[in-house]
């Protein structure tokens, strides 16, 4: 089992083993997000992972500056960010 939360423990997310695919994004939206030079991304279905969010704490924030014009939308923890 593979298991992460945010910073205050609000919401946590569970799979039950690590993603086989992953990524190396470079865009502008991905280095914005991740304050780097990059974000690794895993390619996983929906159905593998699971979010506990008792208090309803998750946030969407939806970024329509791409440069394909595609929206992308990032969820996080509403109370402390993460």
Not at 31 to 44: D, M, P
Not at 54 to 78: A, L, V, W
Request: proline letters at 2%; hydrophobic letters at 25%.
């Amino acid at each position: 089992m593979v298991e992460g939360r945010c910073n205050c423990g609000g919401v946590k997310v569970s799979m039950s083993e690590l993603p086989k695919n992953s990524a190396i994004c470079y865009c502008s939206n991905c280095r914005r997000a991740g304050s780097s030079v990059g974000s690794i991304v895993y390619l996983l279905d929906r159905c593998d992972v699971k979010i506990d969010d008792p208090n309803k704490h998750i946030k969407n924030y939806s970024d329509s500056d791409t440069k394909s014009g595609n929206t992308i939308t990032r969820q996080f923890c509403g109370n402390c960010g993460w």
